[in-house]
């Protein structure tokens, strides 16, 4: 039997590489596009808004298991063969834009409206009120539920395990299934989450104190 | 002395509540306008349909020549930069330094270097005796001295009109005292004000005309000596008795 070992460790290292690329690809394709959303879902037009919303409402109704399913298997059946690698990245891409749009919405408005008042009437249009006063105010608020919405993406990528993507519990499971120990291995793959995952959550903590949110 | 603010049969409603019910009512140059009312009599909604803020149901507003009711089509943002407002909150940007929230629309709006922009912010923190507080953000400030780079914001731009919504409400009467005073400059300047008031020896003494309003009309208006002494409606004569 084939025991666990420094290579198997240096194989789940390579593998949280992966891990860590398909975050950072879902944190800035869908912040991208869920920072679209969020202004979509905050303009003005009733139209804009509605289409922003439904596409939340879509998303957000849909497991990301099943978004996965259907960028892999469902574009290939379609004549589109994507890779593990890209179904993934454009899997996540839609779902965290759809989940950042909605929580950074919140942030804009949870600006006060007084202050969309004092900047119009000072003679700020609509894209000098955002740029200037109100996303200023808002990125403070956001802070918070921002990372914490990273740290569950970054847990959350291991479901692209499912089409074949080798991540870090892929990994794990390929290990496992060639050394049997269970324990030992999910435990070191428990531990590199950890390690991804704390510095992101004590980097919001320097950041809030940083950005001062609550001090207004 | 001409007209900056005219204003005709204004109406305004939110929903089926009737706030403003056919408003007539003028502001000269150099004049100070003190409006009083209880509260829901519409002053503050009037207030706010003068620099667009609100849309008006029917009825004519003149702002510096700017058609007001017509607020679709006329260029807001010139109508801004002649009339300044400030409200009972004050509403300062919170993420920006005294000196930035003056600055901010000084740059932006009326294109003008960081240096310029500063050099006009310190002139009005001066003039509300708050030029040792620029470096100062919002929350570290007192009430007064919050509202007092409220008015300083709105000078800086060099307003024609300045509105004032209740703008002591919010303050104890020794801050309140600060911010008055600040006023009283304005006016002695020769500043053209329109302000929502509960401050009734304020505006008494320094008021040219003092309006009444009562269920969203112009129920009294005339100079301030002669509303307070000799009320002609009952209205405005219980108001009276019930403020002082």
Not at chain 1, 157 to 184: E, H, K, M, Y
Not at chain 1, 187 to 193: N, Q, S
Not at chain 2, 7 to 17: D, E, M, V
Not at chain 2, 31 to 55: D, P, Y
Request: charged letters at 20%.
């Amino acid at each position: 039997m084939n025991h666990f070992s420094f290579i198997h460790i240096s194989y789940l290292l390579q593998a949280a590489l992966w891990t860590i690329a398909l975050s950072l690809i879902a944190f800035v394709g869908g912040g991208l596009f869920g920072f679209i959303i969020a202004l979509l879902r905050t303009s003005r037009s009733t139209a804009l808004r509605r289409l922003a919303s439904g596409y939340i409402q879509i998303v957000q109704g849909i497991p990301l298991l099943v978004v996965l399913f259907i960028a892999y298997f469902g574009l290939s059946i379609a004549g589109f063969k994507l890779s593990a690698l890209v179904a993934a990245a454009i899997s996540f891409t839609i779902y965290c834009a759809a989940f950042l749009g909605e929580i950074w919405r919140g942030c804009i408005e949870a600006v006060p409206k007084t202050q969309w008042e004092a900047s119009e009437c000072l003679g700020f249009n609509r894209f000098e009120q955002l740029q200037k006063v109100i996303l200023p105010q808002a990125a403070r608020i956001a802070v918070p539920p921002t990372v914490g919405f990273m740290v569950q993406i970054v847990k959350n990528t291991s479901l692209a395990s499912i089409i074949g993507f080798v991540d870090l519990s892929r990994a794990g499971q390929i290990i496992n299934n060639s050394t049997f120990q269970p324990f030992t291995v999910f435990g070191v793959v428990a531990l590199i989450y950890f390690c991804i995952c704390y510095p992101l959550s004590s980097l919001s903590k320097s950041l809030e104190r940083k950005l001062n949110v609550g001090h207004r | 002395m001409s007209a900056i603010v005219s204003i005709q049969g204004l109406h305004k409603s939110f929903g089926t509540n009737k706030v403003l019910n056919g408003v007539s009512l003028e502001v000269k140059k150099g004049q100070m306008v003190a409006i009083i009312g209880r509260s829901g009599s519409g002053k503050s909604t009037l207030l706010r349909c003068l620099n667009g803020l609100e849309k008006v149901d029917s009825g004519e507003i003149y702002v510096c020549g700017h058609r007001v009711s017509d607020r679709d089509s006329i260029d807001l943002r010139e109508l801004r930069k002649k009339v300044g407002i400030v409200f009972q909150s004050y509403n300062l940007f919170p993420h920006l330094t005294v000196e930035r929230n003056i600055t901010l629309a000084l740059t932006t709006i009326k294109k003008l270097s960081v240096a310029e922009a500063q050099k006009v912010a310190d002139s009005v923190l001066k003039l509300v005796g708050l030029e040792k507080k620029k470096e100062a953000y919002p929350e570290q400030l007192s009430g007064g001295q919050q509202q007092r780079v409220a008015i300083a914001r709105s000078l800086a731009m060099a307003p024609e009109l300045m509105l004032f919504d209740e703008v002591t409400s919010a303050l104890d009467p020794e801050l309140t005292a600060e911010v008055l005073k600040v006023m009283e400059d304005l006016a002695k300047d020769g500043m053209t004000m329109a302000l929502v008031t509960h401050e009734m020896a304020f505006a008494r003494k320094l008021a040219d005309v003092l309006v009444f309003m009562h269920q969203g009309k112009v129920w009294e208006v005339g100079p301030p000596e002669e509303l307070f002494e000799r009320p002609k409606t009952i209205e405005l004569a219980k108001f009276v008795s019930s403020e002082l």
